[in-house]
């Protein structure tokens, strides 16, 4: 079965510096979540779109802007790098029936993201 | 927002034990997902399991949803066991899905 893809795998970064991170979900999923995961901790909500709308948003920085395209694949992008933000970010993807939060979230694998 | 609490932090086991995992919440669930996050940071999905009970192979999960708490078992643990367990929840409150996690509970399962 298909899963979540998450690229790239590993990138490292300066500081100062931008990255894009990209999601695509399990087909015919409508919603994407994007989860960011520091050394140590438990995974932290950033932000979720709904059918190409941002529908919910976490503690995300303002340095960091996400979004949904047509093909419902998702980019995250993050400028600025600072230290802290090296972390392991998780795209997440789910089959959401309108109105009801009942719905298993699908992991993708995660891109390390190290900032030197 | 919602708690989750996960007991104990950090678990050794001998190989072949069995063990219990638990996970409290603070309040009413529509969504709990049990993962495993094994050395290399990927999160499996173990089970979706806002109540009831299930099972695959060794491991088996239960929640209490009245009493706000659910309960990984695993039996006859295996070296390949050893990582991160994580309980995530939705809250019913509130129009989002995003999951909340746990502290996670590190087991280690020697040979």
């Known amino acids: 079965a298909a899963g979540v893809i998450q690229s790239p795998r590993h990138l490292i970064k300066e500081k100062r510096e931008t990255a894009t991170l990209k999601c695509y979900p399990i087909?015919?999923?409508?919603?994407v979540y994007w989860y960011q995961q520091g050394p140590g901790q438990d995974p932290q909500f950033l932000i979720s779109?709904?059918?190409?709308?941002?529908?919910d948003k976490g503690s995300i920085p303002d340095r960091f802007s996400a979004q949904q395209f047509s093909d419902y694949h998702s980019e995250l992008n993050m400028s600025s790098l600072e230290l802290g933000d090296s972390a392991l970010y998780f795209c997440?993807?789910?089959?959401?029936?309108?109105?009801?939060?009942?719905?298993?979230?699908?992991f993708g694998a995660g891109t390390r993201l190290s900032v030197l | 927002g919602i708690q989750v609490e996960q007991s104990p932090p950090d678990l050794i086991l001998q190989e072949g034990a069995n063990s219990t995992l638990r996970c409290n919440f603070s309040?009413?669930?529509?969504?709990l997902q049990w993962f495993h996050q094994n050395p290399w940071g990927q999160l499996i999905n173990l089970f979706y399991?806002?109540?009831g009970t299930k099972q695959n192979g060794r491991l088996s999960a239960t929640t209490v949803a009245t009493e706000r708490y659910s309960l990984l078992y695993i039996s006859s643990s295996q070296t390949t066991d050893s990582g991160v367990y994580f309980c995530?929840?939705?809250?019913?409150?509130?129009?989002?899905?995003?999951?909340?996690f746990g502290k996670g509970i590190t087991l280690s399962v020697r040979p």
């Open positions: 309040d009413s669930v529509n969504n």
């Open positions: 997440a993807s789910s089959l959401t029936r309108q109105g009801d939060a009942k719905n298993i979230q699908y």
């Open positions: 995530a929840v939705v809250p019913w409150a509130g129009a989002n899905s995003k999951l909340t």
């Open positions: 779109f709904y059918e190409k709308m941002q529908s």
């Open positions: 399991i806002p109540s």
């Open positions: 087909p015919r999923h409508d919603t």
